[in-house]
């Protein structure tokens, strides 16, 4: 059946990120992150973890290389993590940063498998912090300087840059809900932070062009279809609401130059917080954010339904049963992603995309004969893939997808206890064991097809 094949050419991947794999959180030379300070507060993390060793990639890369392999996949994301390259975030360079950096895509270059790049994923240098963070341009500037070093070192082999993973939650999460790093609750900042962060896209983006002409860059949002719970016009307009403060106000800039100007009519009835999102928007800066993209990176999860709170403001609600949702309480909604990359297709001029997320949490263990039985998983990641399928003959122009994760891995806020790996770590000993999921994935991404695929566990 067509629907379940894949073109020759789509590319399947696996995704991780620097501070959720690496460890070496003060090893050869690193700089503090942001989140090595905010795992350090009391009642930040839900297990009181930290990211200091997390699955000790740092010292474990050429073995998780070899986990690539044997999962047979084309390309793999993976995030740089600043401070180790800049330990100060500007200024001197840590050479041994560079250097393993350096070495991993070579490895993975000579293993056959394609780097895909992020250069943020999260981990803001705690001495830009201390400067004022993403809240400030130049934490912007600082970006595209470190982007341009990346890329004069990486750019020779690695074609594919993503500036920013998921900017939403940057500001939102970060710097108004105060649940990731740097911990804010501050909603000026974060609409501060967001304009920030996507001059800083534009800006490297250019400074990754300028230094490797091969370079193809993009950006990754984090898109969630939002529903209505109902047809009150109450719920209709939360949903808008929540649309455009989750999509819009990041799809607009990118494809449009401009804000949402429903959502700019909002918060001039909010007060002054329209004053704080526009008093930082130079002359140019949305010209410049509008700059064509290679390509979009969309990394999908689930849906999110809404209805009018108390204060007016959206409430997200839970509509679906307790069995259909993931370890992180996510509803499983594999529609929402057709519907999301057909939606894209109708409203903005995207250019070619990557889904450069999707998986699952769920805490599925290794069993008496060490086997991991994730059928749950299986079920999750095959049924988006074939909802990208779907898009993809409606002609979404979907080149890739990718995984999320390769490993179990410190998952921020909720440390160790959420496990989204293909491969179960045991945080103990270090030791990585393919999960069912593995296997399958293995199957899928090799014989580019959801049907047939004989997978058996070894
Ligand atoms: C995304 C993040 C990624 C991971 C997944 C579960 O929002 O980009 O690092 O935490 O969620």
């Given at each position: 059946?067509?629907?379940?094949?894949?073109?020759?050419?789509?590319?399947?991947?696996?995704?991780?990120?620097?501070?959720?794999?690496?460890?070496?959180?003060?090893?050869?030379?690193?700089?503090?992150?942001?989140?090595?300070?905010?795992?350090?507060?009391?009642?930040?993390?839900?297990?009181?973890?930290?990211?200091?060793?997390?699955?000790?990639?740092?010292?474990?890369?050429?073995e998780d290389v070899v986990l690539l392999r044997e999962l047979g996949v084309d390309a793999y994301r993976f995030s740089l993590s600043w401070p180790r390259l800049f330990p100060?975030?500007?200024?001197?360079?840590?050479?041994?940063?560079?250097?393993?950096?350096?070495?991993?895509?070579?490895?993975?270059?000579?293993?056959?498998?394609?780097?895909?790049?992020?250069?943020?994923?999260?981990?803001l240098p705690q001495a830009l912090q201390d400067l004022g963070g993403w809240g400030e341009r130049g934490t912007a500037q600082a970006f595209a300087d470190y982007a341009a070093a990346a890329a004069s070192v990486l750019g020779d082999r690695v074609r594919s840059w993503t500036t920013h993973n998921e900017p939403w939650c940057i500001a939102t999460l970060g710097h108004e809900q105060g649940m990731h790093a740097p911990g804010h609750r501050d909603p000026r900042e974060a609409l501060r932070v967001a304009h920030h962060l996507l001059l800083s896209h534009a800006w490297a983006m250019d400074a990754v062009r300028q230094t490797a002409s091969q370079a193809e860059v993009g950006?990754?949002?984090?898109?969630?279809?939002?529903?209505?719970?109902?047809?009150?016009?109450?719920?209709?307009?939360?949903?808008?609401?929540?649309?455009?403060?989750?999509?819009?106000?990041?799809?607009?800039?990118?494809?449009?130059?401009?804000?949402?100007?429903?959502?700019?009519?909002?918060?001039?009835?909010?007060?002054?917080?329209?004053?704080?999102?526009?008093?930082?928007?130079?002359?140019?800066?949305?010209?410049?954010?509008?700059a064509p993209l290679d390509f979009l990176g969309v990394n999908y999860y689930s849906r999110a339904v809404v209805t009018a709170g108390p204060d007016g403001r959206p409430q997200s609600v839970r509509v679906t049963r307790e069995d259909q949702l993931t370890d992180m309480g996510w509803e499983v909604y594999p529609e929402g992603l057709e519907r999301l990359l057909l939606r894209?297709?109708?409203?903005?001029?995207?250019?070619?995309?990557?889904?450069?997320?999707?998986?699952?949490?769920?805490?599925?263990?290794?069993?008496?004969?060490?086997?991991?039985?994730?059928?749950?998983?299986?079920?999750?990641l095959r049924a988006h893939l074939l909802a990208a399928r779907r898009a993809m003959a409606q002609g979404v122009p979907l080149r890739g997808y990718f995984a999320w994760s390769l490993l179990d891995n410190f998952e921020w806020a909720h440390g160790?206890?959420?496990?989204?790996?293909?491969?179960?770590?045991?945080?103990?000993?270090?030791?990585?064991?393919?999960?069912?999921?593995a296997h399958w994935y293995r199957a899928v991404a090799?014989?580019?097809?959801?049907?047939?695929?004989?997978?058996q566990t070894t």
């Open positions: 059946m067509t629907e379940h094949r894949f073109p020759e050419e789509f590319i399947f991947g696996v995704a991780t990120s620097a501070a959720q794999i690496e460890g070496g959180a003060r090893d050869a030379g690193k700089g503090e992150s942001i989140w090595d300070r905010f795992a350090a507060t009391p009642g930040a993390i839900a297990d009181r973890s930290t990211p200091d060793v997390a699955c000790d990639h740092l010292h474990r890369w050429r100060d975030g500007r200024g001197a360079r840590n050479a041994a940063g560079f250097e393993f950096y350096d070495r991993l895509v070579d490895a993975l270059l000579a293993a056959g498998i394609e780097p895909f790049v992020t250069l943020y994923h999260w981990d950006i990754v949002l984090n898109l969630t279809p939002v529903d209505p719970a109902s047809s009150d016009p109450g719920d209709l307009e939360a949903a808008r609401q929540l649309d455009g403060l989750f999509n819009r106000w990041f799809l607009d800039p990118l494809f449009r130059g401009s804000y949402p100007a429903d959502l700019l009519a909002d918060r001039v009835a909010w007060g002054d917080l329209a004053e704080a999102a526009l008093e930082c928007v130079l002359p140019g800066d949305l010209r410049a954010i509008a894209l297709q109708r409203e903005y001029p995207i250019p070619p995309l990557y889904l450069t997320e999707n998986g699952a949490a769920y805490g599925d263990a290794p069993d008496g004969g060490g086997r991991v039985a994730d059928q749950r998983r299986i079920d999750y160790y206890e959420k496990r989204f790996g293909l491969y179960w770590v045991d945080f103990q000993t270090q030791e990585r064991r393919p999960k069912d999921s090799t014989q580019k097809a959801l049907d047939a695929t004989a997978w």
